[in-house]
């Protein structure tokens, strides 16, 4: 919530600082002005059309205006949404519960072995699926731990987080060999292998206190950001 409410009041610094707000109040009545010619016009094509133009064309002119701010506040709110997500979308496997353990490869694995904590247990042997180039195992915890599971073949090995503790914890769904699939899933460092592209817990879906958390995060951004314009509206 505290995350949610900074983040609607940055954001709404921002556009101000780095936004032209008459220029961008401006550009949302023009648009807001094409699309009642879609309602006023709805016999004249030529009209519909020329007002198809001029939304675009305006529709346009809004987003050069605020492409500075949103290109600065990207990298900040890419990191906390990435954490966020890490830590409240996806809940510990519960003791009992089985969970699907699965290996994208870019290069045929042979004999290839997964190995687990003694209070994890490796259920199936491995099932490939050839057109994906994928390789699953079911696996079960027996009781609450953590540890690492072991992805093994020839001489290479691979270690992958797998979280059953009870409680709120910053889940590794995936860890993979990708500097592109690291920034999504940075829990985990990304391994050098090229043989492997990732390895993928399927964890349970979270929610907190019955939503999403993006419902709680948007809600707190959005009373952040208004709480900010009072604020400033009584200086």
């Given at each position: 919530m505290a995350a949610g409410a900074l983040s609607g009041a940055l954001s709404l610094w921002a556009f101000r600082r780095w936004c032209?707000?008459?220029?961008?109040?401006?550009?949302?009545?023009?648009?807001?002005?094409?699309?009642m010619e879609f309602?006023?016009?709805?016999?004249?094509?030529?009209?519909?059309?020329?007002a198809q133009r001029e939304l675009l064309v305006a529709n346009a002119r809004l987003l050069r205006l605020i492409l500075l701010p949103s290109l600065l506040l990207t990298a900040p709110f890419g990191?906390?949404?990435?954490?966020a997500d890490a830590f409240f979308?996806?809940?510990?496997?519960?003791?009992?519960?089985a969970a699907v353990i699965t290996v994208q490869y870019a290069f045929r694995l042979p004999n290839v072995q997964l190995q687990a904590p003694p209070e994890i247990v490796v259920e199936t042997p491995p099932v490939r699926a050839r057109f994906r180039k994928q390789i699953?195992?079911?696996?079960?915890?027996?009781?609450?731990?953590?540890?690492?599971?072991?992805?093994?073949?020839?001489?290479?090995?691979?270690?992958?987080?797998?979280?059953?503790?009870?409680g709120l914890?910053?889940?590794?769904?995936?860890?993979?060999?990708?500097?592109l699939g690291y920034l999504a899933h940075p829990r985990e460092l990304p391994f050098s292998d090229r043989a492997i592209d990732w390895i993928r817990i399927q964890y349970p879906s979270a929610n907190v206190l019955g939503f999403h958390w993006l419902v709680w995060y948007s809600t707190a951004a959005c009373c952040g950001a208004l709480l900010t314009t009072l604020g400033a509206s009584r200086l």
């Open positions: 032209d707000t008459d220029k961008l109040r401006a550009a949302s009545n023009v648009m807001l002005a094409h699309l309602r006023l016009f709805t016999d004249e094509p030529v009209l519909i059309l020329r990191v906390v949404l990435v954490a979308a996806r809940a510990p496997l519960r003791p009992g519960e699953s195992w079911r696996v079960r915890p027996s009781r609450a731990s953590s540890g690492k599971l072991r992805l093994r073949w020839n001489a290479t090995v691979i270690d992958k987080s797998i979280s059953a503790s009870p914890h910053w889940v590794s769904e995936q860890r993979s060999g990708s500097l």
